[in-house]
């Protein structure tokens, strides 16, 4: 008598289906197998040459205008007016609109360009077809670089960029009579931009302007600060490190204005922020713990 035998089962360890996965012909298995090969660090290097070439597409759309320096001069410690006669550029005269603007500038012998905020009011560029800066000289920059060349020589300019400050978030100025400006350092160049393009502060009943600075040293604009008050902003030099016999504010911008008294209506508040990021993050914080609106405080970048 003969018995037919049936295969052993598989043991429990192992999926039912293991088997037949081993029964599929091999070319099956190659192509399950396919993806697992794929070439991914010579794709990823492809996409990043292609992010690289975008890239440098996008930079060569900059549209770069040649333009002479009519004056390079100190300002301050470490600070310089430099001014760019751009009367033969009127398209890029007509596209500085607001305050608080800024472009590119780059000049031989560096390797890439620096931003710079337009210290004069468009005004000024539709008059004398001229911008003015206020540049701090760091060594081994191009401002460095810019800082040290006369007048006469080329540099070139990119388009105006940025939206600047957008003042009509607190306008009209009857209904925001209290409007505080901040600014640090090199900060205040777009600072004189909105002051002297006139922002309604003569109709505004509390508008101070809180300047700081290492010292007086430091301080530029001082031969300003006369005709801005006349124009309606009171003017709060805040030094850190003062020469003796100082008497006004000391410390930082931020502490200055934290110790000020302030009977203010949030509702009816503004401000606008420029320099240091410490000072303009905690600038903020202070007015929005006061119930200031955020949209109410205005920066350029």
């Not at 049936?6 to 289906?17: E, G, K, Q, T, Y």
């Not at 540049?135 to 007048?151: H, N, P």
């Amino acid at each position: 008598m003969s018995f037919a035998l049936s295969p052993p089962a598989p043991p429990p360890s192992i999926a039912p289906h293991a088997h037949l996965s081993a029964a599929l012909p091999p070319m099956s298995i190659l192509r399950r197998l396919a993806p697992l090969h794929l070439p991914r660090p010579r794709l990823h290097r492809r996409r990043r040459l292609a992010s690289v070439a975008a890239a440098a597409v996008r930079q060569d759309t900059t549209v770069w205008t040649p333009a002479p320096l009519s004056l390079v001069e100190s300002a301050a410690e470490s600070l310089f007016h430099v001014s760019i006669d751009v009367s033969d550029a009127p398209e890029l005269v007509g596209s500085h609109a607001r305050p608080g603007q800024y472009l590119q500038l780059r000049v031989p012998d560096a390797d890439k360009p620096t931003f710079l905020a337009i210290a004069s009011p468009p005004s000024l560029a539709a008059a004398r077809g001229e911008f003015e800066f206020l540049v701090k000289s760091v060594a081994g920059s191009t401002a460095e670089v810019l800082c040290g060349l006369r007048k006469g020589d080329v540099v070139e300019l990119s388009q105006v960029m940025g939206k600047g400050f957008d003042i009509d978030r607190i306008e009209p100025p009857e209904d925001y009579p209290s409007v505080f400006i901040f600014a640090t350092g090199s900060g205040i160049s777009p600072i004189r931009s909105l002051i002297e393009s006139g922002f309604g502060a003569d109709k505004r009943n509390n508008v101070r302007l809180y300047y700081g600075a290492r010292n007086l040293q430091r301080m530029a604009y001082q031969d300003r600060f006369k005709e801005w008050e006349l124009s309606g902003v009171k003017i709060v030099p805040v030094l850190s490190q003062p020469d003796d016999g100082w008497s006004g504010e000391t410390g930082y911008v931020q502490a200055a204005f934290n110790r000020a008294k302030r009977n203010l209506s949030p509702q009816a508040t503004g401000a606008v922020l420029c320099g240091q990021k410490q000072m303009t993050e905690e600038i903020t914080s202070i007015l929005v713990a006061d119930g200031v609106s955020s949209e109410k405080i205005l920066k350029n970048f």
